[in-house]
């Protein structure tokens, strides 16, 4: 009798355990098939019909022969607004590197009480790693949101002032967005006041690098008027 149980309590314990691996395995691959059937739904929306998609548990891959540097970004920047970008296995190959035009690099800072989001495409040599840093550097305990891509191709003339330029920029603009080129900076922020405005216009304009063009939007609220007032007196003697 006590083997019968213990062969019955065994048996239980295995299908249990059965079942759980089926669960779980199910629930896997309905996870990959899901993720990859929204994945080929937006590159196909977007027309990225040339990029293979490989789903392994939580991890996508993406392959295939992108035509240009930019393609592939755009490609990649598509797939990452389904699933998290340190999900994403990127194994695409540019069909003629040698042809190739270097892409049009730019990045774009924007920071707010929130904290400091990094989006762009960005030389190698540029060196992700270094701006984080400043970033760091510039507001401690801020939360900093990366989705910079990279390309290995040479820094532009004017790219590492510019970049400069702006993350110096950054340290006195708490609430403001920066759009950073070769040659050129775009700062867009609000201040609290008038003379914040003209002083934080004056100190960019004293920094900028010569060669890079400056492109300035800054804003301040608007002076508080007093409200006129008017007051009548009756005289009850000339009633």
């Given at each position: 009798m006590q083997r019968f149980a213990l062969f019955t309590g065994a048996m239980v314990f295995a299908v249990a355990a059965a079942i759980s691996f089926l669960t779980a395995s199910f629930l896997a691959d309905y996870v990959e098939r899901s993720t990859g059937r929204k994945i080929d739904t937006v590159l196909q929306q977007a027309g990225?019909?040339?990029?293979?998609?490989?789903?392994?548990?939580?991890?996508?891959?993406?392959?295939?022969?992108?035509?240009?540097?930019?393609?592939?970004?755009?490609?990649?920047?598509?797939?990452?607004?389904?699933?998290?970008?340190?999900?994403?296995?990127?194994?695409?190959?540019?069909?003629?590197?040698?042809?190739?035009?270097?892409?049009?690099?730019?990045?774009?800072?924007?920071?707010?009480?929130?904290?400091?989001?990094?989006?762009g495409l960005i030389p190698d040599k540029t060196g992700r790693a270094g701006i984080l840093d400043t970033l760091a550097e510039i507001s401690v305990n801020t939360e900093v949101t990366d989705m910079l891509e990279t390309a290995d191709y040479p820094q532009p003339d004017g790219w590492v002032e510019a970049l400069d330029f702006a993350l110096t920029s950054l340290r006195s603009l708490p609430r403001s967005k920066i759009s950073v080129t070769p040659q050129k900076v775009t700062i867009t922020a609000i201040t609290e006041s008038q003379d914040e405005k003209t002083a934080i216009e004056n100190k960019l304009l004293t920094m900028r690098p010569d060669g890079i063009a400056l492109d300035m939007k800054i804003s301040a609220p608007r002076p508080v008027i007093t409200p006129f007032s008017l007051r009548l007196i009756v005289d009850t003697a000339a009633v």
């Open positions: 990225f019909d040339w990029v293979s998609v490989r789903t392994d548990g939580l991890l996508v891959y993406v392959s295939g022969p992108a035509p240009k540097e930019a393609v592939r970004f755009n490609a990649l920047a598509s797939i990452k607004q389904v699933v998290a970008p340190d999900r994403v296995i990127d194994t695409i190959k540019v069909a003629d590197p040698d042809d190739l035009h270097p892409p049009q690099f730019s990045l774009e800072l924007l920071r707010n009480d929130d904290g400091i989001s990094l989006i």
